[in-house]
T-cell receptor, first 116, second 115 residues
Framework: AQKITQTQPGMFVQEKEAVTLDCTYD???????LFWYKQPSSGEMIFLIY??????QNATEGRYSLNFQKARKSANLVISASQLGDSAMYFC?????????????FGAGTTVTVRA | ETGVTQTPRHLVMGMTNKKSLKCEQH?????MYWYKQSAKKPLELMFV???????ENNSVPSRFSPECPNSSHLFLHLHTLQPEDSALYLC??????????????FGPGTRLTVL
C-alpha cells in the first residue's frame, strides 16, 4: 500500500499568492516524522520542513508552513507569497519510528509552476 | 553549497559498459543512501548503509552493486544495465540513529542514460 499520497500532479499559482500542496500518509506507528522536499529542475532535493508526530504545533520555516492534521493523517504544505523561484517539484515524505528503519517513503510529487 | 556531492552529473553508457557513480558527504553523517528516481514515479530507495554496513537492500537487481568504503564515500557500480535503468540516481546522507527525525541531505544526482 502507498504510504504517502500526493493527489495533485501539477499546480499553477500566481506570484505572491499562497498555494497548498496536499499530502496524506498511512502508518500504524505512533512515532513518525513527516518531511517536505523541493526538487528544482537541477535535480537536487532540498529539505524544506519537518513535522514530528508528537509535535503539538504546526511546523513553520519562513514562507513554508505545514498544516498537520493527525486524525486525518494529512500533512499539507502551504507556501505563502509565492515567488518565481518556487517553481519546482515538491515531495512529501515520511519516516516511521522504528529504530532500525532508515527508510524515507516518498510520494509521487507535485509540480508547482509560479506565474508572473 | 551542498554537503553531498555526486560525480558524474551526467552519464551515458551502453548496455555492455561498466561504470561507477560516486557520492561523497562532508557532513559527518554515518548513514548513506542510494535512490533511483524514474520519470513519473516516486523515489525508490535502493540501498542504505549505516556505519559502512549495508542495512537495507530493496531487492535491487544484481547489476547494481554498492560499495561503502568509509562513512564519507558511497559508490554504485553499474554493469550490463538495461535501458529501463535510465533515471536520476540520488545519493543522500543522514545522522544514524533511531530518531524519527532523520533529515536526509541529498546530492545533486547523476542523470544516467542507458543506450
Amino acid at each position: 500500500a502507498q504510504k504517502i499520497t500526493q493527489t495533485q500532479p501539477g499546480m499553477f499559482v500566481q506570484e505572491k499568492e499562497a498555494v497548498t500542496l496536499d499530502c496524506t500518509y498511512d502508518t500504524s506507528d505512533q512515532s513518525y516524522g513527516l518531511f517536505w522536499y523541493k526538487q528544482p529542475s537541477s535535480g537536487e532535493m532540498i529539505f524544506l520542513i519537518y513535522q514530528g508526530s508528537y509535535d503539538e504545533q504546526n511546523a513553520t520555516e519562513g514562507r513554508y508552513s505545514l498544516n498537520f492534521q493527525k486524525a486525518r493523517k494529512s500533512a499539507n504544505l502551504v507556501i505563502s507569497a509565492s515567488q518565481l523561484g518556487d517553481s519546482a517539484m515538491y515531495f512529501c515524505a515520511m519516516r516511521e519510528g522504528s529504530s532500525n528503519d532508515y527508510k524515507l517513503s516518498f510520494g509521487a510529487g507535485t509540480t508547482v509552476t509560479v506565474r508572473a | 553549497e551542498t554537503g553531498v556531492t555526486q560525480t558524474p552529473r551526467h552519464l551515458v553508457m551502453g548496455m555492455t559498459n561498466k561504470k561507477s557513480l560516486k557520492c561523497e558527504q562532508h557532513l559527518g553523517h554515518n548513514a548513506m543512501y542510494w535512490y533511483k528516481q524514474s520519470a513519473k514515479k516516486p523515489l525508490e530507495l535502493m540501498f542504505v548503509y549505516s556505519l559502512e554496513e549495508r542495512v537495507e537492500n530493496n531487492s535491487v537487481p544484481s547489476r547494481f552493486s554498492p560499495e561503502c568504503p568509509n562513512s564519507s564515500h558511497l559508490f554504485l557500480h553499474l554493469h550490463t544495465l538495461q535501458p529501463e535503468d535510465s533515471a536520476l540516481y540520488l545519493c543522500a546522507s543522514s545522522p544514524s540513529g533511531g530518531s524519527s527525525y532523520n533529515e536526509q541531505f541529498f546530492g545533486p544526482g547523476t542523470r544516467l542514460t542507458v543506450l
